[in-house]
């Protein structure tokens, strides 16, 4: 069963940093792609950061401030220059060579002072 484990979450001040990992295991049939989403209170979901065959896209908000990365069984998303409206629940995204999609259940980070 495939299963997505974000980890790394917490309270920042702002112009602080954190470090998000997920940790994917399971059986995917391959990986197309893979990334964070992040959702704000009474906003919806919307991408940050992915990686598709390899390339980084991020969205514009948080462009030269956060770093997507990945290793055999991780994705991570460094983020630094925290501001307040980072702040949200931040969940991982797995979408598979045959086209499902799979979610983490989210870790909250809060930029607050």
């Known amino acids: 069963q495939a299963q997505l484990v974000e980890s790394g979450g917490g309270l920042v001040q702002p112009g602080g940093s954190l470090r998000l990992s997920c940790a994917h295991s399971?059986?995917?049939?391959?990986?197309?792609?893979m990334g964070w989403y992040r959702q704000a209170p009474g906003k919806q979901r919307e991408l940050v950061a992915v990686?598709?065959?390899?390339l980084p896209n991020y969205a514009d908000a948080v462009k030269g401030r956060f770093t997507i990365s990945s290793a055999k069984n991780t994705v991570d998303l460094q983020m630094d220059s925290l501001k307040p409206e980072d702040t949200a629940v931040y969940y991982c995204?797995?979408?598979?060579?045959?086209?499902?999609?799979?979610w983490g259940k989210g870790t909250l980070v809060t930029v607050s002072s």
């Open positions: 990686l598709s065959s390899g």
């Open positions: 995204m797995v979408i598979s060579a045959v086209g499902m999609n799979y």
């Open positions: 399971g059986t995917f049939f391959g990986i197309k792609s």
